[in-house]
């Protein structure tokens, strides 16, 4: 090599070519020409193993420094250049937005799910967590836990839908969520405050009340000194959250697995300005005998339990009248509350 380079020179030429380059292929060839593999600055740099001693440091860090300089202003324009290109791609490919636009149908929650989520936030809200099992039950869980003894006339295949071929006694497609309750308190030490919601299967002939499937949420509260007050201010509140501010009654029933039992009923004024009560759930104390067939201490922890029908519950909420409406599935009906 007969003399070394300026290098400071080169690196200003090559950042000024860089920089005035309009598009991609220009920025190219500027890289070809002034770092490619037959540039001045790439063969000098090439060379440094021919140089006397004295200037191969030199060479070697003012040539690397103008490399870099270089490099760096190039990746700079790059960058530069990439985004205006796609910039430009994107406006002569762009959609036309202009409103209104064509209408496309959006799908919605079905109505009982709504209330079924409604329910649950409401429950969140008072210290309540969601549970959930299989719809697909033994009869000790479905049944015998639960105080209803063999025999009983819920345990008829009149009433319940059994499954033959299982490895229990009794397989059947649940009656109630209130098998979640025993699962829970199987698995669980008291306090519990527990809700369920899901789907239920009784024989039943389908009429406009009557569904062989439906919906329920079942609540357990398990505690130290509970008390039948508690019970009823828990339904009264949630309805009252539930439907608005209105009357809530309970007279006495039976069922199996509470002692003592309630029917709970709202006050309701149908679409023909008809005032009356509407029963809308089942509720009771807890049974000791519940609590002693899944192995907590009666005389230590006392509970309360309560069942609701999401459907009836979405019915009274839209004025619906007959429950296979909820069910058949047509969109001209389904529509009104999406």
Avoid: C
């Avoid at 070519?17 to 540039?39: H, P, T, W, Y």
């Avoid at 299989?134 to 009869?139: A, F, L, M, Q």
């Avoid at 819920?154 to 009794?170: K, N, V, Y």
């Amino acid at each position: 090599m007969s003399e070394i380079p300026d290098f400071q020179a080169i690196a200003d030429e090559a950042v000024a070519s860089i920089a005035a380059a309009d598009d991609l292929n220009a920025l190219e060839q500027a890289r070809v020409r002034f770092v490619g593999r037959k540039a001045p600055l790439t063969e000098v740099l090439g060379s440094i193993g021919s140089l006397p001693s004295r200037d191969r440091g030199r060479v070697g860090k003012e040539g690397n420094a103008a490399r870099k300089a270089i490099e760096a202003a190039l990746d700079s324009r790059h960058a530069m250049l990439e985004g205006e290109a796609m910039g430009s791609a994107l406006l002569a490919d762009r959609a036309d937005v202009t409103l209104p636009g064509d209408h496309f149908a959006l799908g919605a929650l079905h109505p009982i799910t709504q209330v079924r989520l409604e329910v649950e936030e409401i429950f969140l809200g008072m210290g309540f967590s969601v549970a959930d099992g299989p719809e697909i039950e033994t009869g000790f869980n479905n049944f015998t836990a639960l105080n209803t003894p063999d025999g009983h006339p819920a345990r008829s295949e009149s009433d319940t839908f059994f499954i033959a071929g299982g490895e229990h006694d009794e397989v059947l497609l649940r009656t109630q969520t209130s098998p979640v309750q025993i699962r829970t308190m199987q698995t669980t030490e008291p306090p519990v405050y527990v809700i369920a919601p899901g789907t239920v299967y009784r024989r039943d002939d389908v009429d406009a009340t009557h569904s062989p499937m439906f919906h329920q949420v079942e609540g357990l509260a398990v505690d130290e000194g509970l008390s039948f007050a508690n019970l009823k201010g828990t339904i009264t509140y949630f309805l009252q959250q539930l439907l608005g501010d209105r009357d809530v009654r309970v007279i006495p029933h039976f069922f199996p697995f509470t002692e003592p039992s309630v029917d709970v009923s709202v006050a309701w004024t149908d679409r023909h300005g008809r005032t009356d009560w509407l029963e809308v759930a089942g509720a009771g104390m807890v049974d000791p005998n519940v609590f002693a067939n899944v192995g907590y201490d009666p005389e230590r922890w006392t509970g309360f339990a309560f069942g609701f029908g999401l459907d009836r519950i979405a019915m009274i909420r839209h004025q619906i009248s007959d429950i296979r409406l909820l069910y058949e599935g047509d969109l001209r009906f389904l529509e009104q509350f999406s």
